[in-house]
Structures are given as structure tokens and as C-alpha cells.
């Protein structure tokens, strides 16, 4: 091993170790259980750094398997990623496959029997309507759902082919069916039962696609954007937002650091407003 390699291995080494320090000084606040991120300015990283087109988003993939280590690091149980917006759909057919392949890779990458899935016990799930998406995406998709089922650590949920109006619509439409067919039961057994009883909010959240998790302490948002863009709008009446400026593939440990703080500082009054929900 040359001398630039020992000095890359110990700054390496005690880059680590002052990571591990400032993860048990936050533990000693309130550590939110569930992080949310949307995903901004990988397209603009392209365009700052004159990089070819998807530089970015690849870049990015890296970032995001980096910060759900830096998440379990912290003891953050549950992490939601904004993948792949329905609206995306709408974007160049190019533009589109790309993505699609970048996902699809991401999957298998997660797959593999030495990925982080497996080494930080994290067991992935996928909220959105997955018929959008193509054959090849799908099966990744559910490959990567039955090779961590068994894993317990830490849940990640990929939103894909997902809006949160797409969420709420198909939620109310299974609640709406679920009453239906317990009112045709009844019917057939002579009672009346739930004939006349309404759809409440609780039929409905058991049917959303992210009832898998509990709501998000806090709602990360990178290049500056301060919109929800249709992302989570049931679960984040009380959440913490926070938004950084900084591109999505330049997003560090440090970031994330700052979310923490910021939902610490908050943490009270955040707390009270989700007792009178």
C-alpha cells in the first residue's frame, strides 16, 4: 500500500468514526422514525456540470443508497423515496425508458445477496400503481420485495408510478367496494348491519398504499423546491419540511444532519399537533 493509500484509508477511517460520534450526540434528542425525500435537481446537476443527460440521476441512485445507510446509521426505522411521479410519464419517451432502466438496475442492485438491503437488514416495499409499469420493472420489483421479505431492521418504500391523488382515489374506491361487499354479505343473511353506516376516514386509511409506515416525521425536498408536488399530502399534515438548496447528487451525511436538528428543534410543537389529529 503507497503513501496516498494509507492516507485515503485513515481519513476514511476517521471519517467514519466522527460520522458514528455525531450519530450518537443526535441520538441523544428525538430521532424521527420515518424520513421521506423528494428527489429535485438531478437535471440541473447535468446542466451545471455540462454531463451527459442521466449523469445525474445515476449519481443520484448512489446518493440515495448512501443516505438510507446514513438513515439506518441514525435509527431511522422507515425512509420514502419519490421515485417516479405518474406525471413523469408524461416526459420524452427517451427520457422515460431511461428512467425505467435506471430503476430497474437500482432493483437488481438491491437484489444482489451482498447489497445494502441485506448487510443493513432493510426490507424494501413499493407504493404506487405498478400496472404503469413495464414487465421488466414490475418483475425487479417484486424480486427485490421477496429477497428482503424476511428482513426487519428498516423498511424503505420506492413511490413509484405515484401521486397522492392516484393514493386517495384508489383508496376511497377499495374502501367503497370492501362496504359493498360486506352490505351484499348482509343481504344474504338476512341482517342489515352496515347497510346505512357511511365510509370513514379510518376504511380509508387502511387502504392507501402507504399504510405500510407510519407518517413521515419529516419531508426532505432538495434544489430548492418548497411544493409537495403531490407527494404524501395525507400523511403530512404534521410533518417537518425541510428544504436545502442543494442539488439531489450533492446531498451528504451533513444534510441530513441538519434535517434531524431542524425536526428536533420542532419536535415539541410537532408533537402536540399530532395528538389533536
Known amino acids: 500500500m503507497n503513501n496516498f493509500s494509507k492516507v485515503r484509508s485513515v481519513r476514511h477511517t476517521l471519517s467514519n ?18 424520513i421521506a425525500f423528494i428527489m429535485n435537481g438531478n437535471r440541473r446537476y447535468d446542466q451545471k456540470l ?106 424503505f418504500t420506492f413511490c413509484i408510478a405515484y401521486t397522492s391523488t392516484d393514493e386517495m382515489v384508489s383508496a376511497i374506491r377499495e374502501a367503497c367496494d370492501e362496504r359493498r361487499r360486506a352490505m351484499q354479505e348482509q343481504k344474504k343473511t338476512g341482517g342489515n348491519y352496515g347497510l346505512t353506516k357511511p365510509v370513514e376516514v379510518v376504511d380509508i386509511k387502511k387502504h392507501m398504499y402507504m399504510a405500510i409506515a407510519p407518517y413521515p416525521d419529516i419531508v426532505v425536498r432538495t434544489a430548492g423546491e418548497n411544493r409537495l408536488s403531490n407527494f404524501l399530502l ?9 428544504s436545502t438548496p442543494t442539488l439531489w447528487p450533492e446531498v451528504n451525511f451533513w444534510h441530513l444532519v441538519l434535517a434531524v436538528l431542524n425536526f428536533q428543534r420542532n419536535h415539541s410543537y410537532l408533537d402536540k399537533q399530532k395528538k389533536l389529529l
Open 17 to 34: 468514526l466522527f460520522r458514528k460520534g455525531v450519530c450518537k450526540v443526535l441520538s441523544v434528542g428525538p430521532i424521527p422514525t420515518h
Open 50 to 155: 455540462n454531463l451527459a443527460k442521466g449523469t445525474g440521476h445515476s449519481i443520484g441512485l448512489l446518493v440515495m443508497l448512501t443516505m438510507l445507510m446514513h438513515c439506518c446509521d441514525l435509527g431511522i426505522r422507515y425512509v420514502t423515496i419519490y421515485a417516479f411521479s405518474i406525471d413523469n410519464f408524461k416526459r420524452k419517451p427517451e427520457e422515460v425508458e431511461r428512467g425505467m432502466d435506471l430503476l430497474k438496475f437500482t432493483f437488481e442492485l438491491l437484489s444482489e445477496k451482498n447489497s445494502i438491503a441485506n448487510l443493513y437488514s432493510v426490507k424494501f416495499h413499493f407504493s404506487g400503481n405498478l400496472d404503469l409499469l413495464n414487465e421488466p420493472v414490475k418483475n425487479a420489483a417484486k424480486e427485490l420485495m421477496a429477497n428482503t421479505a424476511n428482513n426487519s431492521k428498516a423498511f
Open 234 to 242: 395525507w400523511q403530512t399534515a404534521c410533518s417537518q419540511l425541510y
